[in-house]
């Protein structure tokens, strides 16, 4: 008989409990399942090393006790893609339906069980109670337009960006001008958070209110606010999230529409697996060279064979994609947004497996008994257990960051920080 000792509560146990309990004779053939076969033949096809199903789900039993207590801790990925298939059959999403649900009045416990690192939904009653829902454009030229911001011009094409710092009343005079290939997008990561009068206009958010995060000493937590103004035709690349967190999209004026991408679908995509993100605690960086608005199939083929579910989001309405699932934003019109993100008990063990990942740490540090531990208490373990040098470098490199920052506000002078210098004369607006 099945025994199966795992932390008190969570979704994996649930999961093994349910799958126990509904394998012993019933065959669930369903769309999703042949899915994950058609996902897992593609990726052995591929040649991508993928190790053979365990045993016990084959035949629907565990045959053996697995006491996590007395095996140094690893993340199964595979156990992950199972519970993640067990999800999606249990909360029946056929693929033939697959669509991304507006809701309103939802539960925090529902959300949690439904979607949350499962299934993208739009939220459609939470940033239009944001004070930051009346910003305007007026009051952004008054109060900060003499501001620099941090942007991004593309000529001829995504693969054709340059990184700007300017001031913002620049930035919002040019909103309009902007084609189907050549465009600006600001996106800052510092500048709501550096100033509280607007970032207290971010109301509240009671499905990201359990924030491991916090747990993060503050030199290597992530910003938390991104702020997102993009022309027509404006977009971002196609990407996974840092650490491959859950993202949160808030639209405040516009019309976002998305790419989403469940997950298993890498070898499609032609990522750099070397790629790093150069945060102040380094992680990979899952990002795709292919423009999912405008795609090169000569280049880039195997895209065809990709499944991807499309969403449309407006002004007032919030993404929340979930952990796992790449994605890529295409502003309609004019479009300003924010973005934030996730870490709670449904996808923390995929972020602290990619700070792992990253060489933010020895695997073997962690203690044996690291699997029994609650959620919140396995990553403060893991976050004592980050070397100095590693500290040290997040301090570093968010000192250097706010250095710029302030050099840029004092002198209104160029910036470094892998941007090019702030140059006035965007080719894209003479
Ligand atoms: C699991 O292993 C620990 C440490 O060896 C032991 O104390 C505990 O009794 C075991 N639990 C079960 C259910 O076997
Ligand atoms: C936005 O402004 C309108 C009109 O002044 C006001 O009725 C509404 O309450 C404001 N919304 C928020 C969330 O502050
Ligand atoms: C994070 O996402 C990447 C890209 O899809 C994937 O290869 C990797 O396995 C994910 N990490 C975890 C821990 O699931
Ligand atoms: C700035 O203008 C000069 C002269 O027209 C041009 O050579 C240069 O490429 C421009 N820089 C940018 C970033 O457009």
């Known amino acids: 008989m099945t025994k199966v000792v795992a932390r008190p509560g969570s979704a994996r146990t649930r999961a093994l409990r349910l799958l126990a309990e509904n394998h012993s004779n019933t065959e669930l053939v369903t769309p999703c399942r042949l899915l994950l076969v058609f996902i897992v033949s593609s990726i052995m096809i591929a040649g991508i090393s993928f190790s053979v199903v365990p045993e016990d789900f084959q035949d629907g039993s565990l045959e053996e006790v697995i006491n996590l207590t007395q095996q140094p801790y690893t993340f199964n990925h595979e156990m992950a893609m199972k519970e993640r298939e067990y999800n999606l059959e249990y909360y029946q999403r056929p693929q033939h339906n697959w669509k991304v649900e507006r809701r309103s009045g939802l539960s925090v416990s529902e959300f949690f069980d439904t979607y949350d690192a499962k299934w993208p939904v739009i939220l459609t009653d939470v940033v239009s109670k944001w004070p930051a829902i009346n910003w305007t454009k007026e009051v952004f030229i008054q109060k900060y337009g003499k501001e620099r911001v941090v942007m991004k011009a593309v000529v001829g094409g995504l693969q054709h960006a340059t990184g700007h710092a300017l001031p913002l009343e620049v930035f919002i005079d040019h909103l309009n001008e902007a084609s189907f290939d050549t465009w600006t997008y600001l996106e800052d990561e510092l500048f709501l958070v550096m100033r509280p009068e607007l970032r207290k206009d971010i109301g509240q958010n009671e499905y990201a209110e359990e924030n491991f995060f916090n747990l993060f000493p503050e030199m290597v937590r992530p910003w938390d606010c991104m702020m997102l103004w993009g022309t027509a035709h404006s977009r971002s690349t196609l990407h996974m999230d840092p650490y491959n967190w859950t993202g949160i999209s808030a639209v405040l004026q516009g019309h976002k529409k998305w790419k989403l991408i469940p997950p298993g679908q890498d070898h499609l995509l032609y990522v750099d697996p070397e790629a790093r993100c150069g945060f102040p605690l380094e992680c990979r960086k899952y990002n795709s ?35 796992g699932w790449y994605h890529q934003a295409f502003n309609v019109e004019q479009t300003l947004a924010l973005s934030q993100q996730m870490m709670n008990r449904n996808n923390y063990l995929a972020i602290l497996e990619e700070i792992i990942k990253a060489g933010n740490l020895k695997r073997k540090k962690l203690p044996t008994y690291f699997s029994t531990l609650l959620p919140p208490d396995q990553v403060k373990v893991l976050m004592s257990l980050l070397p100095k040098k590693v500290l040290q470098h997040g301090h570093d490199v968010t000192k250097d960051i706010l250095e710029q920052i302030k050099k840029t506000k004092d002198n209104q002078n160029k910036v470094k920080s892998g941007l090019e210098d702030g140059q006035e004369n965007m080719s894209i607006w003479v």
């Open 289 to 323: 060279p292919i423009d999912a608005f405008d795609v090169d199939t000569k280049k880039y083929p195997r895209f065809k064979r990709l499944q991807v579910l499309e969403a449309d989001v407006y002004s007032g309405e919030m993404l929340i994609i979930p952990t």
